[in-house]
């Protein structure tokens, strides 16, 4: 019985989230408590790099200000969160309101017809309108409900969410460790089966070709319009995690540093795939966090190096690279007529993994 590339690539899949969903499971249990919420982080982030991920790897949008929609959700979190003492209203505001506030900001680009260049230039120009908005909200008068803004000192004591029917019991480490790492297996999940119907397929084909699908009676400002408001929203449920993570948000949530490491972290797991902008973004967490233990090389200097070592080197990223050597290595030991009648197949593939 010979080897078959779509049946090991769905095995593999089905294999991978099977390990996720019991790491997460008894991730607590593995590690020490310090450790735990050193990986709480990671797994918020990366709910972060997969909204960036989906947009620009599926829908072909390059969103410099990613931040704008994880900041927005950070703060909406904290000021529902303090006037509702961590209710989970806060997650699912932390959700709306980014996801209202991209409905709107897309509606005026792509039905504006604003070129890929401007739309990147604009979607930074936004993130920096509101850190510096929001870095000017110090004061009194500057205040939502009973939740004080802060300014550049941002909003501290922020409450953690409630184990829902028993409001006295805050979460700690381990329900936030199921919580973050839970809602990261569940949108990629969600972002997968998004991807496998009639909407995900259409919005791959207007990435391809904006004017041909036009052409076959597809919207291509509509498709766009929708997958801008999903990246949104996903992004800002990161930002509400962020938040519940650390009971503190300040305005460094909408900072361009925070803007350039997301792409970075999709760039080097490789776009056009979902698990690469994970993988990328556990990384280089990984690093940073092993250089500020060390404190001899710059966080910073290392990322970019190693940012232009993949542009240069690499410039498909980590999991289009490893699945083009998976599926040369499988075709090497396919008989010859499984090999013929893959042909195709892997062809696709391994266009797609070049993406």
Known sequence: MGLDIRTLSRTGQTIGVVIAALLIVFMPAMVELFDLMQYT???VMGVLALSLG???GFGGILSFGQTAFFGLGAYTFAVTAINTDGSWAAVGLAVLVPAVFAAVLGYF????RISDVYLGVITLTVTLILFNVVNSTAGDA???GTA???GFNGIPAVPGLSMPGD???FFGPEE???LSAGCLLLVYLALKGLLRTHFGRVVVAVRENETRAALLGYDPRIYKLMVFVVGGAVAGLAGGLFTNWGA???PTVFSLSTAAQIIIWVTIGGLGTLVGPVLGCFIMQYLVMQIGTQQTFNADLVMGAILLGFVMAIPMGLVPLMRLGLVGLVMRLLPGKARASDATHTETTAVEGAK
């Open 54 to 56: 989906f947009i620009w």
């Open 41 to 43: 982080i990671f797994v």
């Open 142 to 144: 500057y205040t939502i």
């Open 109 to 112: 680009m792509f039905y504006g």
């Open 148 to 150: 004080a803004l802060g």
């Open 248 to 250: 503190f948000v300040s």
């Open 176 to 178: 936030n460790w199921y």
């Open 167 to 169: 409001p006295d019991f």
